[in-house]
């Protein structure tokens, strides 16, 4: 994921530059650069392939003193990973502008500039917005009037730094779907695409909304425009975030605080990735938007909890980009004899990308006639993101705790859009992309609801003190959150727990049915509801004590032996993502109950680099 850092200042701004991609090398990029404004008036350029580390060397041997600049780390959408292709990009020797997101209409500019005589030197979409301002500057005389201008052509998610020669103490910065903050100074301020960035200069930040202009200029002068174009106040907010994932700050334990940050790491997810109406295709590398339509099957490879996001997927997979699917466990997969359709596409899943199945099995599958491979990935240097044609990391930012939560729910996320992208390219209806991406802007607001239920969750773990067996029940795509519930139950509590689809109770689990196993279902508002009250009854029949976490208008109500906990109304698409996190609250509350070590469970380890 991109980076961006911008200052204007009264002393050299090299170092903070640099510093804050240092800062931002967690994100993951493949390159890195900067421009400076120079005291002769000149603009400078630096930029160099791989870690901040080498851009570090270059800089060392060709400094850049200046009092204002623009940096960034690149992780390839368009064009493979370069030199030619690192921003800072220019257009002439006198602007430069570093761009995150994706410009999807870029083609088409390109073609209207090279039209006009615009000769371009790299593959990206970004060169693009460098040219339009170039053409705008010089017909409007203002570099902030020219970005304004350019900003209406574009289409697509974008934040950007711009510099010119022609204001030298001037940076001006411009959001739409990717975020952006101002860094605000003594006498200086700053740009970044993160506060993380800036917290080595100012703990006191602005954050821009959706479709904001900013010009930074000497003195510290900051001043912020609406999408319309006129100046507004926003407020300046001060950083208190501590010492982030490496403490537990008010939480007890790391999974706690996890599990609260899913709002913030699901956003991250999304960041950048969603255009107005649809899904970005780019955000899946260079190479996606070939592959993907080459795609006739998936395989999709993984262990343990990514197994149960790649079998959710499936459902979706199936049924909004109408690919078929077949979900494995990589310890399984890579040692049986596997027939492999022509053009089909190979998918892992991995919070840490080291995972040695998981990463054997990619390995065997690049012997066996795949069109290609893609990873999802926490860690963007790990060997299963190097490794594979194609790469989407989750943005959920360090897991401690041993039991995965925030790096499940942006599996999730990411397969969510891996299913709009191949839809997208598969024709899927325009009014159904749209109806999920305006769910999918809306997901994290429902799930900091989810969580406020964390009182509520707290007081139905009490019934599960006691007990030693328990039974999970889901039934479509909700049946392998279930099997999450189940999984994180005895992970953490040594509970024994088990998860069938709902409607195989009849064909063995009704056995084991008793007032003395707790029964778990997820119920949202879809079409298999009915059904599911259907199986509820024949556990409540048999005198099996339920606990039902139900969408608020299913007309499921509490009664004798039933216990239900209303979650809000989330689209039927996304209900497997909203309905996993009362699951993850209710396992860590019944395992503190217990009193059992619940960031470090007996027997388990976070990353399993071993068979």
């Known amino acids: 994921m991109c980076g961006i850092v911008g200052a204007v200042a009264e002393r050299n701004v090299e170092g903070i530059l640099l510093e804050g991609l240092k800062r931002l090398e967690y994100r993951g990029y493949d390159s890195a650069g900067m421009a ?38 690149r992780w390839a959408t368009h064009g493979r990973p370069s030199e030619v292709n690192a921003h800072p990009h220019q257009s002439g020797e006198r602007l430069a502008v570093v761009h995150n997101g994706i410009i999807e209409n870029h083609e088409a500019l390109r073609r209207e500039l090279e039209a006009e005589g615009y000769v371009f030197s790299s593959e990206t979409d970004t060169e693009v917005i460098a040219h339009l301002l170039e053409r705008e500057s010089r017909q409007a005389g203002d570099l902030l009037a ?15 730094g711009v510099i010119h020669a022609a204001e030298p103490d001037v940076v001006i910065g411009a959001r739409k779907g990717s975020p952006l903050v101002v860094g605000v100074g003594i006498g200086e301020a700053f740009l970044g695409s993160d506060p993380l960035a800036l917290l080595q200069v100012t703990d006191r930040f602005i954050y821009l909304e959706e479709g904001d202009a900013v010009r930074l200029s000497a003195g510290g002068r900051i001043e912020v425009f609406d999408a319309e174009g006129a100046a507004v106040e926003r407020e300046v907010h001060t950083f208190e975030h501590g010492d982030g994932a490496a403490s537990k700050g008010e939480y007890r334990h790391f999974m706690l605080k996890e599990i609260h940050e899913q709002p913030a790491v699901i956003a991250a997810a999304l960041e950048g990735r969603l255009g107005d109406r649809s899904a970005l295709v780019e955000s899946f590398g260079p190479e996606a938007e070939a592959l993907f339509r080459q795609a006739r099957q998936i395989h999709i490879v993984a262990c343990g909890t990514s197994y149960h996001a790649g079998m959710v997927a499936r459902y979706w997979l199936e049924k909004y980009a109408g690919v078929p699917v077949q979900v494995e466990v990589a310890s399984e997969y890579r040692y049986r004899q596997v027939v492999v359709p022509e053009g089909t596409l190979f998918v892992t899943l991995s919070q840490s990308g080291e995972t040695a199945d998981t990463l054997a099995a990619l390995r065997f599958a690049k012997a066996g006639g795949y069109l290609g491979s893609l990873a999802i990935c926490n860690v963007p240097g790990s060997s299963l993101v190097r490794e594979s044609d194609l790469s ?10 041993v039991a995965s939560t925030k790096a499940f729910t942006t599996q999730l996320t990411a397969l969510m859009l891996l299913t709009l992208a191949l839809g997208r390219i598969r024709g899927l209806d325009e009014a159904v992309q749209a109806d999920v991406v305006t769910a999918l802007r809306g997901l994290p607001r429902l799930v900091e609801r989810v969580l406020a239920l964390d009182p509520a969750i707290e007081a139905l773990s009490t019934a599960f003190a006691e007990k030693h067996h328990a039974l999970f029940l889901g039934r479509g795509a909700l049946f392998p959150i279930a099997l999450e519930g189940a999984l994180k139950l005895k992970e953490i ?3 024994h727990a088990e998860a069938y689809p709902a409607g195989e109770l009849k064909h063995g689990p009704l056995a084991l049915v008793d007032s003395d196993m707790p029964v778990i279902s997820v119920a949202p508002n879809d079409e298999l509801l009915d059904k599911l009250k259907s199986n509820l009854q024949e556990v409540r029949a048999r005198g099996g004590e339920l606990f039902v976490f139900a969408d608020e208008g299913v007309g499921l109500e509490a009664a004798e032996g039933i216990h239900v906990l209303h979650l809000p109304r989330v689209h039927e698409a996304l209900a497997p993502i909203l309905y996993t996190v009362p699951l993850q609250l209710l396992s860590y509350h019944v395992a503190v109950l217990k009193g059992t070590d619940v960031d470090q469970p007996r027997n388990l380890a976070k990353s399993v680099t071993v068979e």
């Open 493 to 495: 509590s040594y509970i």
């Open 36 to 73: 400076v404004l120079a005291a002769d008036g000149s603009l400078q350029r630096r930029r160099a392939m791989g870690k901040v580390a080498a851009l570090e060397e270059r800089l060392v041997a060709e400094p850049l003193p200046g009092r204002s600049g623009i940096a960034h780390t």
């Open 392 to 401: 989407l990391m989750t943005q959920a930012g360090p897991e401690i705790g």
């Open 146 to 160: 020219a970005v304004q201008r350019v900003l209406a052509r574009l289409d697509g998610a974008y934040a950007l």
